[in-house]
């Protein structure tokens, strides 16, 4: 998941407001939710490390659509805090993701390949339900762009479990799974930071602002 999965605009379209788009949004946090809770379930039972790093990308869509709803017309300094306190989560759990790759490493376990394919073919499904219908926003606001690209860009984290899990099945061994976690852990932590950063800036400028 990329940093722009969570842009905190200071300036909210009326069109941002509709009721459609809302709606859209709800639907969004409910079906990242629930593929979120599918996947961690899913890759605890499996042994993939990779799922539970994709259900991650689930955990942190989902927050980013309750903030997105939440924060609607707030100031910038509120949605600022609460990119914090998303970002500040998102590290926790990517750390978490690295400390499971590392464990299941020392284990030496084989993730089920089968259980793998399925749930990572479910996950892609969603992502792609949620892009088409996010689709028709893809152009609007930062925010709207950002929450779009988020969406498509998480089905190439689909892909990827995928191809763990052929290289799963493939080799026997559990290095792919492993891999491919390691890596979309990283990149979360990496965002998470970029995140962090971001918002102190945002909480800077707006003091400033005030001082004004």
């Avoid at 899913?42 to 939440?70: E, H, K, Q, T």
Wanted: aromatic fraction near 8%; hydrophobic fraction near 50%.
């Amino acid at each position: 998941m990329g940093a722009h999965c969570c842009n905190h605009d200071s300036h909210e379209p009326d069109t941002r407001r509709t009721p459609r788009y809302r709606r859209i949004l709800w639907i969004a946090l409910a079906v990242n939710l629930a593929m979120f809770l599918v996947e961690i379930g899913a890759g605890l039972r499996a042994g993939s490390v990779s799922l539970l790093a994709d259900s991650l990308d689930f955990l942190g869509d989902s927050a980013n659509y309750a903030i997105s709803l939440w924060v609607l017309g707030m100031s910038l300094a509120l949605r600022a805090r609460a990119a914090q306190f998303k970002a500040a989560s998102m590290l926790l759990f990517g750390f978490g993701v690295l400390g499971a790759a590392l464990w299941q490493w020392w284990q030496g376990g084989v993730p089920s390949a089968p259980t793998m394919g399925l749930i990572g073919s479910l996950a892609l499904l969603a992502n792609l339900g949620v892009a088409a219908l996010l689709y028709a926003y893809r152009e609007g606001d930062s925010n709207m762009r950002s929450v779009w690209l988020c969406t498509r860009n998480d089905a190439l984290g689909n892909l990827a479990v995928l191809l763990a899990a052929l290289g799963v099945f493939g080799t026997g061994s559990a290095w792919p799974d492993l891999i491919v976690a390691s890596i979309m852990a990283a990149l979360a932590i990496s965002a998470a930071v970029q995140v962090l950063r971001q918002a102190d800036g945002e909480l800077k400028d707006d003091g400033h602002g005030h001082a004004h």
